[in-house]
């Protein structure tokens, strides 16, 4: 009889014919997070201010994810199409697609931020402790934000660069001018640079990547001016 060969791949289908043996078409969907790194390595790779800051990683290993899920991520879940509707569709659809298993933090849980900013303020990490990844040159988180909400002035030792991806929402730095940033802008924040983030008729989606001072958590610090 004809011997049938079933090939697996995690990303792309395959269908050919070796010495006489037909190879299936077979396809295997990859995690959630998987296909959120691939897309998340495009974007990254193609973004000449996220290559100044740091390479991307190439020390990437998968790790087990333990879901978490709180009512920040049900927010992100309930955005309309229309939000989504930039130039980073396919890599926003991957965020909430990996939001739906992922681990969402609890960074601020005891501090005075209060209850509404802790149903509301999401965040989960994409590489990094608790999240799909581990890496030792580049750790990587997905914020949600929806509209009217303040997230407070904090610092961390990390330097920081932030990636909007749809949306929008006010930026401050110590020291400088607030800036408002769309799908596509970049924002950096220097080691324990007091900053802090405002959003008002949108809410916004960004990814944010720190390069160094791995491990110490961020705490609030008082408004600079």
Same mark, same amino acid.
């Given at each position: 009889? /004809? ?9 792309? =289908?395959? $269908? ?8 299936? /078409? ?6 959630? #997070?998987?296909?959120?790194?691939? *897309?998340?390595?495009?974007? !990254? *790779? ?7 800051? +740091?390479?991307? $990683?190439? @020390?990437?290993?998968? %790790?087990?994810?333990?879901?978490? =899920? ?8 309930? *955005?309309?199409?229309?939000?989504? &509707?930039?130039?980073? %569709? ?30 509301? #303020? ?13 890496? &030792? ?12 909400? !303040? ?10 660069? !932030?990636?909007?991806? +749809?949306?929008? +929402? ?5 020291? %400088?001018?607030?800036? #408002?940033?769309?799908?596509? &802008? ?9 900053? +802090?983030? %405002? ?7 960004? /990814? ?8 110490? /958590?961020?705490?609030?610090?008082? @408004? =600079?001016?």
């Amino acid at each position: 009889g /004809l011997a049938v060969s079933i090939e697996f791949d995690m990303a792309i =289908p395959k $269908c050919r014919v070796l010495r006489g043996r037909i190879s299936l /078409l077979v396809f295997v969907m990859a995690r959630p #997070f998987d296909l959120l790194l691939s *897309e998340l390595r495009t974007v !990254y *790779e193609n973004h000449q201010e996220l290559t100044a800051f +740091a390479p991307f $990683c190439q @020390d990437v290993t998968t %790790q087990k994810i333990e879901p978490k =899920p709180l009512l920040c991520g049900q927010g992100l879940a309930r *955005e309309k199409n229309e939000f989504f &509707d930039t130039q980073y %569709q396919p890599l926003c659809e991957a965020v909430v697609a990996a939001g739906a298993q992922a681990r969402w933090r609890e960074t601020y849980k005891h501090t005075k931020v209060g209850q509404d900013f802790l149903d509301r #303020f999401g965040c989960f990490t994409i590489i990094g402790p608790e999240g799909g990844f581990q890496s &030792d040159q580049l750790w990587a988180w997905a914020v949600y934000m929806p509209p009217h909400l !303040y997230y407070p002035w904090h610092e961390h030792p990390a330097e920081e660069s !932030y990636l909007v991806i +749809a949306g929008e +929402a006010e930026f401050m730095r110590a020291g %400088q001018a607030p800036r #408002f940033l769309n799908p596509g &802008d970049v924002i950096f924040h220097a080691a324990q640079q007091p900053h +802090a983030l %405002q959003t008002h008729e949108a809410g916004v989606l960004a /990814l944010v990547f720190w390069r160094n001072g791995f491990g110490i /958590l961020p705490v609030l610090s008082e @408004d =600079p001016s």
